[in-house]
């Protein structure tokens, strides 16, 4: 509280997720497949085989029966496999769940890309209950989220002797003016810099201009953004 009015709208920038994230829960025999936009899920698909648990028979014909039955399961994931792919498209997480062995079985048939983006997720099942997967999916987007930071500004420490940068708000501003601005690296606690009603005006300018946002949670990284007034900025080109 600053007066008698809370903080609403920086809480509210805060609070707001525009990340995709793709949910995977399976077992050997069914997927369900869910990409999420914030809380709400734009995009499901559900793949299930008939696949039977048990051959009576023992010898030659119990090995038989085992191989075709893990050919199916192959073949099946494989085909969710190639669902995850074409819905991925620009998620940034693919979390990964469901009892028994089958997600880490799953797993292996997920290209290298695909790969770098998936964590599994503990205790998912078909019966989860919507609360409970949000709140799972804001833990791994928050953990996703610091990562991602602290490799942000080591990119912008990479980039400063190219001239891709910028942390002097008025240079900011104007970089965002004319569209140079690829991310702007923002401290959660911007509302108290003195500069606050300006980063209220260029976060509004980076969201009509298509430029990145990201809040920065860590202490350190807070630490070093309030020497340059609560932003940093990586430019798409270089600017005079």
């Known amino acids: 509280m600053s007066s008698k009015k809370p903080f609403i709208k920086p809480f509210n920038d805060v609070l707001e997720t525009n990340y995709d994230v793709l949910l995977v829960t399976l077992d050997q025999k069914s997927a369900k497949i869910q990409k999420f936009h914030g809380s709400q899920i734009i995009q499901e698909s559900k793949l299930r085989i008939d696949l039977q648990g048990r051959h009576k028979k023992g010898g030659q014909s119990q090995g038989r029966f085992l191989r075709a039955r893990q050919t199916k399961i192959h073949v099946f994931f494989k085909k969710i496999a190639?669902?995850?792919?074409?819905?991925?498209?620009?998620?940034?997480?693919?979390?990964?769940?469901?009892?028994?062995?089958?997600?880490?079985?799953?797993?292996?048939?997920?290209n290298s890309e695909l790969v770098k983006k998936c964590r599994f997720v503990e205790n998912l099942s078909f019966s989860t209950s919507m609360n409970d997967i949000n709140a799972k999916i804001i833990h791994h987007l928050y953990q996703y989220r610091r990562k991602y930071v602290v490799e942000l500004i080591e990119k912008y420490e990479e980039l400063v002797k190219n001239g891709?940068?910028?942390k002097r708000n008025d240079v900011i501003y104007k970089a965002l003016e004319i569209g140079a601005v690829d991310t702007l690296i923002v401290s959660v606690n911007y509302r108290t810099n003195s500069q606050f009603k300006k980063i209220m005006k260029m976060l509004e300018i980076a969201k009509n201009t298509?430029?990145?946002?990201?809040?920065?949670v860590s202490p350190k990284i807070i630490k070093k953004l309030d020497l340059d007034n609560a932003v940093l900025a990586i430019l798409r080109y270089k600017i005079r």
Do not use: P
Request: glycine share 8%; charged share 25%; aromatic share 8%.
């Open 82 to 110: 190639n669902k995850v792919k074409e819905m991925d498209s620009n998620s940034s997480l693919i979390l990964l769940g469901g009892i028994g062995t089958a997600k880490t079985e799953f797993y292996d048939e997920l």
């Open 210 to 216: 298509s430029s990145k946002i990201e809040f920065a």
């Open 164 to 166: 891709l940068t910028a």
